[in-house]
């Protein structure tokens, strides 16, 4: 059953729920909140650039990444940022938490940045080596299951699982290829199981 049918002047690239009773989006540079029910839509705030993805952290609370290589923690019922993160070196392509305090950010073809999100304290980075490194869009190609690890889905087709992201040895299993296709999408659908869009 359809509940609601929510309609935007600017291309959504990814939602997250932010309460029982509400979701934030993020169309085109915009972060905008609106009810289930899709009659009330707020603009919370802006990116300089292309927001390309979203994920819930506590309560109201959201980061958000993008083309401007920047991550924001956003209060949504307060309606302001609490904190910027910088470090990355391309644009952020996925955010995951990984932990309470803890997330981590794939910056395409580049790097994963562990972040403490309470303190805006980068704790890690995990340098990735990809010869692929043309963006065709908008992806979720980040998941993490707390008993499998940090998986990440490469340029080239493969995906790679941490299964310690904090550990400094950096040692990942790498799953066969998809053929020549890249990743799309990443979810762990069970502690066995990690489903793959390509």
């Given at each position: 059953k359809q509940l609601s049918h929510i309609k935007t002047s600017s291309p959504i690239h990814?939602?997250?729920?932010?309460?029982?009773?509400?979701?934030?989006?993020?169309?085109?540079?915009?972060v905008k909140v609106v009810s289930m029910n899709g009659e009330a839509m707020t603009t919370i705030g802006k990116h300089e650039e292309w927001i390309y993805c979203a994920c819930k952290l506590s309560g109201d609370t959201i980061a958000t990444g993008g083309k401007d290589k920047k991550i924001f923690i956003w209060d949504l019922s307060g309606r302001q940022i609490i904190s910027q993160l910088t470090g990355h070196s391309n644009w952020v392509q996925g955010i995951v938490q990984i932990g309470e305090d803890l997330i981590a950010s794939y910056a395409c073809g580049a790097e994963v940045i562990i972040w403490n999100w309470r303190t805006a304290t980068k704790?890690?980075?995990?340098?990735?080596?990809?010869?692929?490194?043309?963006?065709?869009?908008?992806?979720?190609?980040?998941?993490?299951?707390?008993?499998?690890?940090?998986?990440?889905?490469?340029e080239d087709g493969s995906i790679r699982i941490y299964p310690d992201p904090l550990n400094s040895t950096h040692q990942f299993t790498q799953l066969p290829k998809h053929g020549s296709n890249y990743i799309y999408g990443l979810q762990f659908v069970s502690e066995d199981i990690l489903a793959s869009l390509d």
């Open positions: 990814d939602i997250c729920v932010s309460s029982e009773s509400s979701i934030a989006l993020a169309a085109y540079n915009e704790l890690h980075t995990i340098h990735i080596q990809c010869s692929y490194t043309v963006i065709r869009g908008v992806h979720k190609t980040i998941a993490f299951d707390c008993k499998r690890g940090l998986a990440i889905g490469m």
